[in-house]
């Protein structure tokens, strides 16, 4: 299981420690120093069923500076999934990829139903 993250990230925070409560193990990533590959986005995108702009940090301030709210729109899938891959501060987090099982950001129940798998 690999679980990217943002190590001064609060939500980022309370996933790690929830894995760790629940004694999941994973490979850590931090997302800003190894961004996720274009490859990897097309992969985790179509394994996540979710349309590729629940994969944007919407909050974060790269996403704002770069005005991408007016942006994106107008950008094709392709060129969104190529945006991402510049920068991992672009990309919500944390991820959480289990072969074919992708987590977008932190919500207990569903880290619970993965628990519950293992």
């Known amino acids: 299981m690999l679980f990217l993250c943002y190590p001064k990230c609060s939500t980022c925070q309370k996933a790690k420690k929830y894995l760790a ?59 969104q999934i190529e945006l991402l891959a510049t920068d991992g501060m672009l990309v919500k987090r944390p991820l959480l990829i289990d072969g074919s099982r992708v987590l977008v950001g932190f919500r207990a129940e569903e880290y619970g139903k993965l628990a519950e798998q293992k």
């Open 21 to 79: 409560e629940h004694q999941i193990s994973c490979t850590e990533r931090n997302i800003k120093e190894e961004n996720p590959t274009a490859e990897e986005l097309r992969t985790w995108i179509k394994a996540s069923g979710l349309p590729v702009k629940k994969f944007f940090n919407t909050s974060g301030m790269l996403y704002k500076e770069l005005k991408l709210r007016d942006r994106l729109p107008s950008m094709t899938e392709e060129e």
